[in-house]
C-alpha cells in the first residue's frame, strides 16, 4: 500500500512544497524571494508576506508536477521550527487548514532532522545509497551547524554544535563586508574557485569537544581588510578571489577538524553532509579527501534540483 505525502516548508525565505510516495519524491516546487536582496539579508515580515503569496501557487505546481491530485494525499507534514515565526506560521497555517479540509494527519516535522533525513529520500527510477546506523551527520546551513549522532530514524543525538555564529553566516558575512551581493555564501565558492587559498590567513577559534565558533573568524576577517584597507583603498577589488579562496580553506579547516575527531573519537566511520553549506565546492572536496584516504565513508546529501517560482 502506498502512502502520499504533501511537504510543506517555510522556515525562512523559500516557499517549498513537495509530494512523496513511500519514500520517492515525486516533486519539489521552490519559489524564492529576491526582495531581500536590498536588504543584504532575509527581512523576517517580508519574508512572512511573500510566503502568503507564494504558498498557494507552490502547493498547486507540487501537486500537478507529481500528478497527484488534492484528494489522494493521504498525509500532511510541515515545519514547526526552527525558523522565523512568521515564515514558519504561514505554513503552518496552509497545511492544518488543508489536513483539516480533507480530514487527513498532520505531521509537525523538526527542520533540522529533516535536514538528515533527506539523505533517506530516493528520486524516481534510480536507488542512492543511504546511510546505515550509526553515523554521524556534519550538518551545516546559514543558522546552524551542528556534528550529530544518528542512531535510528527518530533517535539522534546532537554532540557538537556552534557556540555562537554558523558557518554559513560566517560566509554571508565576511560577504557583505567585502560588498558582495546577499546571497553571499555561493559567490564567495565561485570567487575561490579562482584564488589562492593560502594568500591569507585567519585565526581558528580553539573551543572544547566537538563544539564550534565562527564569530572570531569573523571579528579577525573584519579587521583585517580594515588594516589592509588603511594602505590600499582598492585592497577588496584586487584580491577578492584570494580573500574568498583563503576565508573558504579557513571554514571548511575549521568543520572538518572537529569532525574528523568526532569520528575518530566514536569509531563511527560514516559520514552524511547535510544543510545549505552542503553545496560548497570547498567542503566538498575536504570531505571527499578525507574519504578517499581510507578514514570513512563518505555520503553526501542528494542535491535536488527543483524548479523554481519567482514571485
Known amino acids: 500500500m502506498s502512502t502520499i505525502i504533501l511537504g510543506i516548508e517555510s522556515s525562512c525565505d523559500d516557499t517549498s512544497a513537495s509530494i512523496i510516495k513511500n519514500s520517492t519524491i515525486l516533486s519539489n516546487v521552490v519559489a524564492g524571494q529576491s526582495v531581500h536582496e536590498d536588504y543584504g539579508g532575509v527581512v ?125 553566516e560566517a560566509f554571508d558575512k565576511c560577504a557583505k563586508v567585502m560588498g558582495l ?21 585567519f585565526s581558528k577559534p580553539r573551543i572544547a569537544d566537538y563544539n564550534y565558533s565562527f564569530s ?26 584570494d580573500l574568498c579562496a583563503s576565508l573558504q580553506r579557513t571554514i571548511v579547516e575549521i568543520l572538518m577538524e572537529k569532525l574528523m575527531k568526532a569520528s575518530k573519537e566514536t569509531g563511527i566511520r560514516e559520514v552524511a553532509l547535510a544543510g ?11 570531505l571527499a579527501a578525507w574519504w578517499k584516504s581510507g578514514a570513512g565513508r563518505l555520503i553526501f546529501q542528494s542535491c535536488l534540483i527543483p524548479p523554481t517560482m519567482r514571485p
Open 44 to 168: 523576517p515580515e517580508l519574508a512572512s508576506r511573500a510566503h502568503q503569496q507564494n504558498i498557494i501557487p507552490v502547493v498547486h505546481k507540487a501537486l500537478k508536477d507529481a500528478g497527484v491530485k488534492a484528494d489522494e494525499v493521504d498525509a500532511v507534514a510541515f515545519t514547526r521550527g526552527p525558523g522565523l515565526m512568521g515564515s514558519l506560521l504561514v505554513g503552518a497555517s496552509f497545511a492544518k487548514g488543508f489536513a483539516l479540509a480533507r480530514r487527513i494527519p498532520l505531521i509537525e516535522v523538526d527542520h533540522l532532522q529533516a535536514h538528515v533525513l533527506a539523505h533517506f529520500i530516493q528520486e524516481p527510477d534510480s536507488l542512492k545509497a543511504v546511510p546505515s546506523f550509526p553515523f554521524l551527520c556534519l550538518l551545516v546551513s546559514g543558522g546552524n551547524s551542528q556534528i550529530i549522532l544518528v542512531k535510528s530514524h527518530l533517535e539522534m543525538e546532537i554532540i557538537g554544535q556552534t557556540i555562537d555564529d554558523a558557518a554559513g
Open 216 to 241: 572570531g573568524l569573523k571579528t579577525s576577517f573584519l579587521y583585517f581588510l580594515r588594516d589592509q584597507m588603511k594602505v590600499d583603498l582598492d585592497f577588496i577589488q584586487n584580491n577578492t578571489a
Open 276 to 286: 545549505g553549506v552542503s553545496a560548497n565546492s570547498g567542503l566538498r572536496s575536504a
Open 181 to 201: 551581493p546577499y546571497p553571499g555564501g555561493p559567490l564567495v565558492d565561485k570567487y575561490a574557485q579562482e584564488g589562492n587559498a593560502d594568500a591569507f590567513q
